[in-house]
């Protein structure tokens, strides 16, 4: 049987290592993308306005979704168009992400955030985030969802010579709890 090598020594304590590892610029976590969802259940002219809305937030154009299967109780059916989603990058998403996070009062719950460390929320009217109410348009509740990231998570889906994330790289929940708190001085709530 193999002795197992001892660990190398830092010359650092527990606290120092942190410190250094906050210094490195691969570690630091990014905001890859904020993904805006308003499903409305039905295609038609709800489902036009619903996109004019998300066009208005973001200033593109809305792609539409489609049902997977028919649903009777619901009332729709397979490949009949339901939702509408828009993905947003750069400041702009984070602009949107500050507006949806005050209309929430930056507080979350420990559920909203995923194992792999994106984490979403919901908020029920749209003209919370600062757009004018439009009787013609109406009112259209939406799912916010955010997707971290840090440098050097492409080689896992770039097509030529990919590789795989290292598990002390890949983003935890931990980490996007501590992040959201540090950026937006955010409550966590342990529900």
Known sequence: MRKSRPLVETGLAPDETEEAGKQNPMRALKLEKLCLN??????????TRASKVLEQ?????????????????FGIRRN???SCHCTVRGPKAEEI????LKVKEYELKKSNFSATGNFGFGI????????KYDP??????MDFYVVMGRPGLRIAR????NGRVGAPHRVTKEETIQWFKKKFDGIVLNK
């Open 38 to 47: 308003i499903s409305v259940g039905e295609s038609g002219d709800r489902l």
């Open 57 to 73: 937030l973001t200033g593109q154009q809305p792609v539409h979704s489609k049902a997977r299967y028919t649903v009777r109780q």
């Open 80 to 82: 009949e168009k339901i």
């Open 97 to 100: 992400l500050e507006r949806g």
């Open 124 to 131: 029920t009217e749209h003209i919370d985030l600062g757009i």
């Open 136 to 141: 013609g348009i109406g009112i259209y509740g």
């Open 158 to 161: 770039k097509k030529h010579k």
